[in-house]
């Protein structure tokens, strides 16, 4: 388990857009996914267990914020021939027992983490209600194994920001977890193993 951390994409960046199988078989597109008051987008998988570790925990989350107006879509960009428990057989099964309320899509080609700069799972981003990039970070400060107790204090504060219409906080803790399993040769350019 490499422990890598978030690339921390610039804020104010535009939600690239993309087309994405869904678990439910249907193609999803960030649009499609948007809340009409902001979008959080989550690169995640089912094996790591940096992503095990607070896996219903986002499922809470969307429960919690859809209703409010936040959209949510998860995404899994692994290499599923180095890692078949991240296969799209095994996301459907993944959505439904962790209870997601939200998108889960496969990137197969990657380009979507590319696009998003996505380097660890769980990755998150919070985008406001123009596409414009206002959070970039980790969940919380737990982590596996320790004692700190997963209450998603730091994405919450972005999105409660968010719908507040106060800008969240500038000082971001960037989201640390397994390195997104890059198929080989594919590597973005901000990737360092």
């Not at 429960?63 to 021939?81: K, W």
């Amino acid at each position: 388990m490499v422990r890598t951390p978030s690339t921390m994409l610039p804020l104010g960046t535009i939600a690239p857009e993309f087309d994405l199988p869904n678990v439910d078989g249907r193609m999803v597109t960030f649009a499609a996914a948007a809340g009409p008051k902001g979008t959080v987008v989550m690169f995640i998988c089912n094996h790591c267990p940096f992503v095990k570790h607070v896996a219903d925990h986002l499922a809470q989350l969307g429960q919690e914020y859809t209703p409010r107006g936040i959209g949510f879509i998860a995404i899994s960009s692994n290499d599923v021939s180095a890692h078949p428990a991240d296969s799209p057989e095994q996301m459907v099964r993944e959505a439904e027992d962790r209870g997601y309320v939200f998108p889960y899509a496969y990137d197969e080609t990657q380009e979507v983490a590319k696009a998003y700069h996505a380097a660890c799972t769980p990755d998150f981003y919070v985008f406001d209600a123009g596409r414009k990039l206002v959070y970039r970070g980790q969940l919380d400060p737990s982590r596996p194994g320790s004692d700190t107790p997963v209450t998603g204090k730091d994405l919450r504060a972005a999105i409660d920001a968010l719908l507040a219409g106060r800008p969240p906080v500038e000082d971001q803790i960037p989201s640390l977890g397994c390195n997104i399993k890059w198929k080989a040769g594919n590597h973005p350019p901000y990737f360092s193993p």
